[in-house]
């Protein structure tokens, strides 16, 4: 049978580890086409639910979904079409059960009418990745025609060189050079058949490569074990809050199959390599990242004596910008599951799953990703005895009933070479020579809907399957890694101090910035004993791009910020508020900010009962300078900011936990979330609506119960993409100190 895939032309640009493409979406160096198998959810106009097998294509910034696969099927007319514009949102909705089958679903909307709005959903979380990516893509694409100011008839010529009608596609020769075909999903057959049966059957030591901000972890190898090493966190050893501890190995599939393999509830599956939570059962599902589960064991298998004993625990999950998979577990309590007779209720210790991609060799064909639980032991007699191998009571714990799992997970994914073979992602390239595969037309560019209301309306089902075609490997150029640069980062350090200072207009005389000249609600703090203040932090715990990025992926720590922060407001509001800076109260208003040369403000909308805003504000002690980057993301678009704004996270200090779900790698806020921008006067202000994404919302949650004790370090930069604007530099930064939810201001709206 044939494969259904996802195609993609063009010659790529360079990438980004906080899940951006080169700055040029699409063009004359690039050329993207996108199709495969889907499901389109949905209601009638009776109200009755539906979800239909659809073909979907991408070419450029234009959709169409079919009934049947045109590649088979020529002549073939698209149900629905439309158009990628730069406010189309694509949303990860996660898990969701749909006739008896988990699917992973996709929102799109208008972030400025979320009324506009449709859903597809895809049969496993690596394929959901792909499509996720493919539109990013088809967003960027449509940036570029924007820029370029390439008219919507010019284009529409362009486009028809593809052709359809022919029962075999022809192959015609291009003068853009190299082009990629890659091809997501099996087919319709098997993504159906995978999805109803998911739900019925069947970094290294520090991380610090794989971070964005430098953490306070200390990683010492104690024991090797099946393979799998053994870390304890000696950073804090004497603090008597118990061990951290982890278990590392590297399994021989995709971090896509991995997360699928330690999600999957099925008994038969788990029994293979799970020896503690084998018996799993879910109790609910409370949205597509988060359900809790029953599980029961006989712990004879790790003592001698105990009766057996059932626990509750919930999951939470999410994937980062980079694929990384994070997956936590808490002990829980669930109405639905009380106490069982003839069981000893018991808690589960609090872990979490980390799963990465490894970047293999160009040469190498084989898919590896590295895959990390973490959690803590609070009996460190028995921890110590066996590290040191004094006493194996230990190993009759729960705690190494865990440790045992990435063990076990990895012999059971190499013992079933079928796993490893389900990678959803096959990549075949071709000189010069491409198949010119669409015959679809666009009658009017500008009259085109968008994509969201295209899909908005219901429609019926079929099923087919996409062509192959025969074109030769063509393998990838070497990758340049530098070495013993420690020397060249020093004088870059020096250097970057120079390439900041290009960013502002280097006639105008810099004014002084006293932070005590500014009000905000929220005190700023002298020393780190104080509490519920912010503070400055050094730009040296965060690494940005270096100036070799593009050749080696190089990164340094980063310098001082260019712009100063200068005061922090903390507001509790009824609903979440934008534009804040047109308040009467805010600082901006005030005589001594409308005389400041710039002001950046950052608006965190944090989503809770009642709802809270953060409100950061950073300002340049000169003007910009408009030719620069900072220049051009100030007075750009708003595609243009939404691929190009950064944040960094760092829990500094706080429960572990925490630390996870918030993670230290970078991310474009754009792409997670709704963004809004409002340039005016002398400021721009940036209202990030974290509630607009569930995954945000989730860990925003997890965040706020124990802010308290929390120590949080924010960054804010412009994401460099070219030679002439690295290396990064930061834009801003600031330190939250344990922060009270009940001295938040209320905000008059």
Excluded at 655 to 670: Q, S
Aim: one cysteine or more.
């Amino acid at each position: 049978m044939a494969s259904s895939g996802l195609k993609k032309s063009g010659s790529e640009g360079g990438s980004s580890e906080s899940g951006g493409s080169s700055e040029n979406g699409g063009g004359a160096e690039e050329r993207f086409e996108y199709f495969g198998w889907v499901y389109h959810l949905g209601v009638n106009k009776i109200g009755h639910e539906y979800c239909h097998l659809r073909f979907l294509y991408i070419r450029g910034k234009y959709v169409s979904m079919f009934k049947r696969d045109p590649h088979e099927n020529p002549g073939t007319k698209p149900i629905r079409r439309g158009v990628i514009g730069h406010t189309l949102m694509v949303e990860e909705l996660g898990r969701r059960k749909v006739n008896n089958g988990d699917v992973y679903v996709l929102r799109f909307y208008n972030r400025l009418d979320e009324a506009k709005k449709g859903e597809i959903a895809c049969a496993s979380a690596g394929e959901a990745r792909k499509w996720v990516e493919a539109f990013d893509q088809a967003k960027q694409q449509a940036e570029y025609e924007l820029s370029r100011g390439v008219s919507p008839r010019n284009k529409l010529s362009m486009e028809s060189e593809i052709d359809l009608e022919a029962h075999r596609p022809r192959v015609r020769r291009y003068a853009n050079g190299l082009k990629r075909l890659i091809r997501i999903g099996q087919g319709p057959e098997s993504l159906l058949r995978q999805s109803s049966s998911l739900g019925a059957n069947i970094r290294s030591g520090g991380f610090e490569e794989a971070s964005d901000a430098i953490e306070a972890h200390e990683w010492k190898c104690v024991r090797t074990l099946n393979g799998v090493r053994i870390f304890e966190d000696v950073s804090d050893s004497k603090s008597g809050k118990g061990v951290l501890v982890k278990a590392v190995g590297v399994v021989d599939a995709s971090a896509d199959t991995v997360f699928e393999v330690v999600l999957n509830l099925n008994q038969h599956r788990r029994y293979e390599w799970d020896a503690l939570t084998g018996d799993l059962e879910l109790l609910d599902s409370l949205n597509g990242h988060y359900d809790v589960v029953y599980g029961t064991y006989d712990p004879r298998y790790l003592t001698r004596w105990q009766s057996k004993k059932d626990f509750v625990f919930s999951r939470q999950w999410f994937r980062g910008q980079d694929g990384t998979y994070t997956i936590l577990q808490f002990p829980a309590v669930h109405k639905k599951q009380p106490p069982k007779s003839g069981y000893r209720r018991t808690k589960i210790n609090p872990s979490t799953w980390e799963i990465r991609n490894l970047n293999t060799s160009p040469q190498s064909s084989a898919v590896k990703c590295l895959v990390t639980q973490m959690l803590e032991i609070h009996s460190e007699g028995c921890w110590f005895g066996w590290k040191s191998n004094q006493s194996s009571k230990f190993e009759k714990s729960v705690p190494y009933a865990l440790l045992c799992q990435v063990a076990g997970l990895k012999d059971y994914i190499g013992a079933n070479p079928t796993l490893r073979l389900e990678s959803s992602t096959t990549v075949v390239q071709s000189k010069i020579s491409d198949v010119s595969v669409s015959n679809i037309e666009f009658d009017d560019a500008d009259g085109a809907d968008e994509f969201y209301d295209a899909i908005a309306d219901g429609s019926s089902s079929s099923d087919d399957d996409d062509s192959d075609n025969e074109l030769e490997p063509n393998s990838p150029g070497n990758k340049v890694k530098l070495k013993n640069v420690s020397w060249a980062i020093t004088s870059l350090a020096l250097k970057r101090a120079q390439d900041v200072n290009k960013e502002l207009n280097p006639n105008v005389t810099p004014i002084i910035l006293d932070p005590s000249h500014f009000n905000g609600s929220m005190q700023q703090g002298k020393d780190e004993a104080e509490t519920n203040c912010w503070r400055s932090p050094a730009g040296t715990g965060f690494m940005v791009r270096g100036k070799t990025y593009l050749k080696d992926s190089a990164k340094v720590r980063g310098g001082d910020p260019l712009l100063k922060l200068i005061a922090v407001d903390w507001f509790k509001v009824d609903s979440c508020v934008d534009k804040v800076a047109l308040h009467p109260k805010c600082l901006v208003q005030s005589e001594a900010g409308k005389k400041l040369p710039f002001i950046l403000i950052i608006n965190l909308e944090v989503p809770a009962k009642p709802n809270y805003s953060l409100v950061l504000y950073f300002a340049s002690d000169r003007p910009i300078n408009e030719n620069s980057l900072l220049g051009k993301f100030v007075d750009g678009t708003d595609m243009f900011r939404d691929s190009r704004f950064k944040l960094i996270p760092s829990i500094v200090e706080g429960y572990w936990m925490v630390k996870r779900a918030v993670g230290t790698k970078a991310c474009l806020l754009g792409k997670a979330v709704t963004c809004k921008y409002l340039r005016q006067d002398n400021f721009l202000e940036i209202d990030v609506d974290i509630g607009s994404s569930s995954v945000a919302r989730s860990v925003m949650g997890l965040v706020l119960g124990y802010v308290t004790s929390l120590v949080v370090d924010l960054a804010i930069l412009i994401e460099a993409r070219e030679e002439k604007e690295l290396p990064e530099y930061l834009l801003g930064s600031v330190r939250l100190n344990r922060v009270k939810l009940d001295s938040a201001v209320h905000l008059d709206v």
